[in-house]
């Protein structure tokens, strides 16, 4: 140990530190008697000694039992105990005093890994298992070196003392020399004090998504107090290593995250261990961290290359090359134009486009495509040999769109070659364009002749004469050669010698020649840098190609790189094809966008829209809030229209009024998602009926209101009746307080998104009433994009190192992770997306269009590009299916209750929020505390002891419950803790308004209430902390420290008008359960379970063993297990309020509802048997309907279900409408019968129409 100065510190409150820690009772009692006079720091070895003196004698097991949890609190790497040396320099704390007495004691300890990694059960937060003090190696060195310096100041020796002082270049600890780097891949056991170096790798999350950084909060020995893990990964070239580092406080932590990124190179001096979790991994616990530099791979031409034939991560499971990324390259080299042209698709153009303007770079996006170009005659593409082999040729052919004439045709060809002309379906699927379409839209289209499997190159190949090859090359406006390692396969199989690929090349450029065309070179790039070629090679191994490991050089290549590929032309002629020609068709295109800005939104029109919803808005107000309008009532609609109506956005709430009002004549309510609650004129116009006005009374009568100004209220479900001052009316309570900036931004520009909850059975005719308002021609369904998810990355990572046999650090095959992820698998459709054109508008406009996953045979049309990336250029409509609304329209039928007047606030239905009382049952019946089975938002064993704790006694609790579990570190570890320390639970987060709300009312300033809502919403505070701005005026507003830290620990917030919305008709669900339960349990069981008949006929007890073995098997039970467990407890619920389930029943059962039969009980309906699905029992409800008579037996039953079918299949070929019991019919099979004869719902039923002589005995 070479020291370089001490501390002297307070000996009482060493004293009162070590009183913190476990220790024997024994042990703690001699504390009194032992001083500690200095404590001597080796800062490059992370080392500590400690000289201490004690007045009489003490247990000498106490230094060792200290030794441990000083160096675990601290992360030291060795501690000595030491008798007292002659004193040099010091440098003291306040209060310092050194006791004389002494009798020394030499201990060292070396610190053992206590690293929770991504792999392995890691502990909770909170206390690390104590490591065994070990012995001393026998070369330690536990001595003094005699020269000490001696440093100045208290500040100095804190940072020291420490070890996270952020000086001399070092993010971590203090400079140091690297001398020796050690390779990752050599770590395979201990090794201390040791440097290396590598660059942050990404790790998946719980929610597996990829991040830089894990971190968790760990107690410390006090439990007051608490220190914060940061655990990421660094990588080298070959390896990689867990990375641990400790802080004693978020704030430091997050100053550390914010100067390092994934990617950032560092140099690190510490120790390597095994990990604590997984022994085979290591574990680096730094000493000192610090940048450094690396060079990237620059472009040093004083004319630079262009691209142009380069894949992204876009082109199906095949390129590697992340879009932004590649543009950030494209610009830092210098390069002044980039093509974009990947198999077959063109979706990764907006994310290109993106990249550009975010950079604010004058990089030329050259707009392309590879196509598939097959041969046709008019139009019929023509097979190669018999028709049955159904066997398609086609060719690589490059399409460059050099201006909107040529964009807009290039996008009429990804169209067609998708929905007219593609080959096969699924991932192998190719979409073909026939020569004579591309004749037909040429113009505006640059046409390059492609790679090896180009039509021109193959033709090469085949010995075609010159005649043949000029022909074939004509049709190109320009001609590609490649580095020979692009077609080295050809050289590997023998098909070809290495001259002979150069061959190849020096013709295709004396055919540019002959023809006047220009001969241009280029990399046919499928991944950014060199080194990316083994994610490459997992990515192809992944789909089963043999040769993955041998790839080709196919990276993004510098003008100095592409001219080394082509020494075999001579040097002028090399410079011509990879700079001049390239730059020569650069030129020639047009700076182009793809798709128009985001803020031009093109609506369809409906005319008179802007006068209908101001109309309709003004027209309702009045109606509840009388002639002259309050001026909270006033303000705040003038403010919403003005933005609505002067940013052109009435028609999206005309279009969701009408789909509304469609639903609510067919008598299905419908539920609002989002933020569109947020909206006063959307309450106004009967889009939602969540209202965002502060809580109030109104008067349905005299139209009297009173206002809440103050917070008095968070809701005015809230308020106590009361009956109106003016007329004796009994008042409506309303009002939630939520701000209309939370839905369209700060100043009212942002486009609003309308998402709607339509009932599930009902969502299709809503498809169809868009389609009858707009054209079916002027709606599709929003696209998709399916790419590879980090968890399947991880998967073909592992697999690759597993199968290939070599050993590889869980860190190092983690780092592949991110090349993978996002490149494309295949296309999809957003579950309930509409895009809706307008009717003078052509889509190729904005983008083509395309089957989703590929499939040929779909019916369905989507966009082209994912949704996301022109949401805000074309209206989407969310016509989203929920069981909700269903649900109510069941409850309406089977109580004859209109919803609307369910009164909230009902004392017997909020009492099943903190009892089981009102339901006539016990916990013990049931299996829980509180009354809210069944209940959406409530119902989940998380949500079940959240309102155990909280035990909600108003509507706005029940909304905090559903913002606190929509939420991610919202509740654990974060509001929970806070309400159980003692803060009020109204002064907790629980949706993204809280903040914007309550920082108001604190007074802070509005606009940066709303910037700091939006800031901790997303999770940004949590990753970089709360900004200085943000801060500074919090605390002026003398907003608490714990509320702040909450800010800092939201990782997302839930919108509050969703979270009204949803507790809204959860309430009316209650309210049902509480006084209508039956209805409520027929409701809950047709429309929320898959309810299994044969469990409910085994009784009460089997009932209970079932649970009861699944909640035994926890993490390990099967999905499918664990969802019978939440309708069986529902089951036991309603046996234990007494009614009873009646038997299914041929006659009597419904096909797919449980329906109420009487007072006591309902019955079972068909499809509740294995066996007999829901199209099964709608083809045997539809046929016992029409046939008055009764079966005479199955066999009839049977003949008559055939005819059933038989009839429909005839009226559907007469294109005659269904009834709505006529629809999704399914086969009726022996199966089915046997099931239900098994059962019992067949009665005697026998099974032949035959009769023998014993039937009449």
Same mark, same amino acid.
């Given at each position: 140990?070479?020291p370089?100065?001490?501390l002297e ?12 820690f476990?220790?024997?009772?024994d042990?703690?009692?001699d ?11 080796d ?7 400690l ?10 097991r ?10 675990n609190?601290?992360?030291l790497?060795?501690l000595?105990?030491?008798k007292?040396?002659?004193e ?12 004389k007495?002494?009798n020394p004691?030499?201990i ?5 890994d ?8 890691a502990?909770?937060a ?12 026998p ?5 003094f070196?005699s ?5 100045e100041?208290?500040?100095q020796a804190?940072?020291a ?7 001399d270049?070092?993010?971590f ?6 001398d ?18 590598g660059?942050i ?14 971190e ?6 006090n439990?007051?107090s ?7 990964n660094?990588?080298?070239?070959d390896?990689g ?18 100067q390092?990124?994934?990617?950032t190179?560092?140099q ?10 997984n ?8 000493i000192?961290?610090k940048?450094i ?15 142009l034939h380069c ?8 390129a590697?090359?992340?879009?932004a ?9 210098g ?9 077959g698709?063109?979706?990764?153009f ?10 604010g ?7 392309g ?16 040999g018999?028709p049955?082999?159904?066997k398609i ?10 201006n ?9 060809l990804?169209?067609?070659?998708h ?12 979409p073909?364009?026939?020569r004579?379409i591309?004749e ?7 046409l ?5 499997i180009?039509?021109?190159y ?7 004469s ?7 090359a ?7 050669i ?8 050809l ?6 010698t ?6 190849h ?7 540019a020649?002959?023809l ?9 790039s499928?991944?950014?840098?060199p ?5 490459r090679?997992?990515?192809q191994?992944s789909?089963g ?15 100095e ?6 020494t075999?032309f001579?040097?002028?002629?090399a410079?011509e ?10 030129d020639?295109?047009c700076?182009? #966008?793809? /798709?128009? !800005? %985001?803020?031009?939104l093109?609506?369809p *029109? @409906?005319? =008179?829209?802007e ?9 309702k107000a ?5 002639d002259?309008?309050? #001026?909270? /009532?006033e !303000? %705040? ?5 003005? *933005? @609505?109506? =002067?940013h052109?956005?009435?028609?999206l709430?005309?279009i969701?009024?009408?789909l509304?009002?469609h639903?609510?004549?067919?008598g ?7 933020s ?5 004129v959307a309450?106004m116009?009967d889009i939602?009926?969540?209202?965002p006005?502060?809580?109030?009374y ?13 917070n008095?209220?968070a809701?005015?479900f809230d308020l106590p ?14 009002g939630h ?6 839905f369209?931004?700060?100043?009212g ?24 308002l ?5 709606v ?5 994009i ?5 968890k399947t ?5 592992k ?13 190092y095959?983690?780092s592949?992770?991110?090349?993978l ?15 809706v ?6 889509i ?5 269009m395309?089957?989703?996953a ?5 019916n ?6 994912d949704?996301?990336?022109i949401?805000d ?8 299916g ?11 039928e089977f109580t004859?209750?209109n919803?609307?007047d369910?009164?909230v606030g009902?004392p017997?239905?909020?009492?099943i929020?903190?009892?089981?009382e009102?339901l006539?049952?016990t ?6 505390n ?6 959406p938002e409530?119902?989940?064993r998380?949500?079940?002891?959240m309102?155990h704790e909280l035990?909600?006694?108003l509507?706005?609790?029940?909304v ?8 991610t ?7 929970k ?7 009020p ?6 949706t ?5 709300t309550s ?7 509005p606009?940066l209430?709303f ?5 901790v ?5 949590a ?8 801060k500074?005026a919090m605390e002026?507003?003398h907003v ?11 990782q997302?917030l839930f919108p509050k ?6 507790v809204l008709?959860a309430?009316r669900?209650a ?8 209805a409520?349990?027929?409701a809950?069981?047709s429309?929320?379970?898959d309810?299994?008949?044969t ?5 009460e007890s089997?009932?209970?063993q ?5 909640e ?13 467990v939440?309708y ?35 019955r ?12 099964v029992?709608?083809?045997l ?11 005479i037996?199955?066999?009839?039953l049977?003949?008559?279900c055939r005819?059933?079918?038989?009839n429909i299949?005839d009226k ?6 269904l ?7 399914g ?5 089915a019968?046997?099931?239900l004869a098994?059962?019992g719902?067949?009665?005697d039923?026998p ?7 014993f039937?009449?005995?």
């Open positions: 140990m070479k370089s100065f001490y510190p307070d000996a009482e409150k060493m004293r009162s530190f070590f009183r913190t476990s220790l024997h009772e042990l703690i009692a504390l009194i008697k032992i001083s500690i006079s200095k404590i001597w720091i800062e490059a070895d992370n080392s500590w000694e000289e201490y003196t004690h007045s009489e004698s003490i247990d000498s106490l230094p060792d039992a200290l030794t441990g949890q000083i160096i609190y601290f992360n790497k060795n000595c105990w030491k007292p040396e002659q040099t320099g010091s440098v003291p704390l306040p209060d310092s005093e050194v006791q007495d002494n004691t030499a060292e300890t070396e610190q053992k206590n690293n929770p990694t991504a792999e392995g059960n502990p909770e909170g206390y690390y298992p104590d490591v065994p003090a070990e012995e001393p190696p070369d330690a060195d536990c001595g070196d020269n000490i310096e001696e440093d100041t208290y500040m804190y940072n003392l420490y070890g996270k002082k952020f000086a270049g070092c993010l600890g203090k400079n140091f020399k690297a020796t780097v050690i390779p990752l891949n050599e770590l395979t056991e201990a090794r201390r004090h040791i440097v290396i170096q660059h790798g990404t790790q998946r999350d719980k929610d597996d998504k990829l991040v830089a950084f894990a968790r909060e760990v107690r410390g020995r439990k007051d608490s220190r914060l893990l940061v655990l990421f660094i990588i080298d070239a390896g290593i867990y990375v641990k580092v400790f802080f004693d406080d978020r704030e430091e932590g997050n100053e550390f995250k914010k390092l990124k994934t990617g190179e560092l690190l001096l510490g120790n390597a261990e095994p990990d604590q979790y022994h085979e991994a290591m574990t680096f616990t730094p000192a961290i940048k530099e690396v060079r990237q791979r620059e472009d040093h031409a004083p004319v630079k290359r262009v691209e894949h992204t991560k876009m082109s199906k499971l095949d590697i090359t992340p879009m990324d590649l543009v950030k390259t494209a610009i830092r080299f390069h002044k134009a980039l093509a974009i042209t990947d198999h698709v063109i979706q990764a907006p994310f290109c486009q993106d990249a550009v303007e975010d950079a770079s004058d990089l030329k996006l050259i707009y495509c590879e196509g598939y170009l097959t041969s046709d005659e008019n139009g019929e593409i023509l097979r190669e018999l049955h082999t159904q040729r086609s060719n690589h052919i490059i399409l460059l769109a050099k909107y004439t040529g964009l807009r045709n290039l996008y009429k990804v169209t067609l070659s929905l007219s002309y593609q080959n096969g379906t699924g991932v192998r699927a190719r073909l364009i026939p004579s591309l037909e839209l040429r113009d505006g289209l640059l390059g002749s492609a790679c090896e180009g039509e021109l193959q033709a090469v190949e085949q010995g075609k010159e005649e043949e090859l000029l022909k074939i004509d049709f190109y406006d320009y001609l590609e490649q580095p020979l390692g692009n077609n080295a396969f050289e590997r199989e023998g098909r070809f290495h001259d002979q690929l150069i061959e090349n020096k013709l295709i450029y004396r055919l020649k002959k006047g065309k220009l001969c241009v070179a280029t990399c046919d499928h991944f950014l840098n080194e990316d070629a083994k994610t090679a997992i990515l191994y789909q190609y043999n040769d993955a490991d041998m790839q080709a050089p196919l990276y993004f290549r510098t003008t790189e592409m001219l080394a590929e082509f075999y001579d040097e002028e002629t410079y094809i990879c700079v001049t020609n390239p730059n020569k068709i650069a020639q295109i700076r182009l #966008k793809p /798709v128009p !800005d %985001r803020d031009q093109y609506s *029109a @409906i005319s =008179g829209a006068e209908e919803i101001e109309r309709k808005s003004y027209e009045h109606r509840y809030y009388g002259t309008l309050p #001026k909270v /009532v !303000d %705040r609609l003038k403010m919403e229209l003005d *933005a @609505i109506i =002067g052109g956005y009435a028609v709430y005309e969701a009024h009408k509304v009002k639903s609510m004549d067919e299905y309510l419908v539920g609002s998602r989002g569109v609650g947020s909206s006063f309450c116009t939602t009926e969540v209202n006005l502060i809580p109030h109104r008067c349905p009568k005299c139209r009297h209101t009173e206002f809440f100004e103050h008095e209220y809701s005015g009746p009361k009956n109106c001052p003016e007329c004796g009316t009994d008042m409506a309570r309303d307080n939520i701000p209309f900036a939370v369209m931004g700060f100043h520009d942002k486009v609003p998104d309308i998402d709607l909850n339509f009932s599930d059975e009902y969502q299709h005719r809503a498809h169809k009433y868009t389609e009858e707009f054209g079916r021609d002027n599709c369904r929003a696209g998709t399916a790419t590879i998810a980090p990355a991880w998967s073909y990572a697999k690759y190192f597993e199968e290939h046999n070599i050993p590889a650090h869980p860190a095959v983690e592949f992770i991110a090349g992820n996002g490149v494309k698998r295949t296309t999809g459709q957003h579950p309930a997306g509409i895009m054109i307008p009717r003078d508008m052509d190729h406009y904005i983008t083509p395309s089957h989703p590929d499939d040929k045979n779909s369905i049309i989507t966009t082209h590009y949704y996301h990336s949401n250029r074309l209206v989407k409509l969310d016509i989203l929920h069981v909700d609304p269903t649900m109510i329209k069941r409850l309406e004859g209750i919803a609307m369910i009164p009902d017997d239905t909020m009492s929020f903190s009892s089981t009102k006539g049952v916990p013990e019946q049931i299996g829980t509180v009354g809210t089975l069944g209940i409530c119902g989940t998380f949500t079940l002891d309102i035990k909600p006694k509507f706005s609790d029940i905090r419950v559903s913002g606190y579990s929509h939420g570190n919202v509740w654990i570890g974060n509001a803790d806070l309400i159980e320390s003692g803060h639970v109204e002064q907790t987060i629980s993204r308004d809280d903040v914007m920082l108001i009312a604190k007074g802070v300033d606009a209430a910037k700091t809502m939006e800031y919403r997303k999770g940004k505070a990753k970089k902390g709360l900004e200085p701005a943000m500074e002026k507003a608490p420290d714990w509320y702040m830290k909450s800010c800092e620990t939201v997302y008008a969703h979270a009204v919305a949803y008709n309430y669900i309210y049902c359960k509480v006084h209508h339960p039956l409520y349990y027929a809950y069981f429309q929320r379970a309810v299994d008949a469990y409910i006929a085994k009784g089997f009932i209970r079932y649970i009861k073995n699944v035994l098997q926890g993490k390990e039970a099967k999905a499918v297990d664990k969802d019978n939440v069986l407890q529902l089951i036991l619920e309603m046996l234990a309020r007494g009614f009873v389930f009646y038997p299914i029943d041929l006659y009597k059962s419904h096909a797919y509802q449980f329906r109420p039969e009487d007072e006591k009980g309902i079972i309906p068909l499809c509740c048997l294995p066996g007999v699905g829901k199209g029992a709608r083809t409800s539809l046929t016992v309907k029409n046939n008055p008579r009764d079966f037996s199955q066999e009839d049977l003949s008559c005819q059933t079918e038989q299949t559907i070929a007469r294109r005659e409408e009834l709505p019991e006529e629809e999704e019919l086969h009726v099979g022996q199966t019968l046997d099931a098994d059962y719902a067949l009665g039923l099974v032949s129409n035959q009769m023998d002589l039937s009449f005995s």
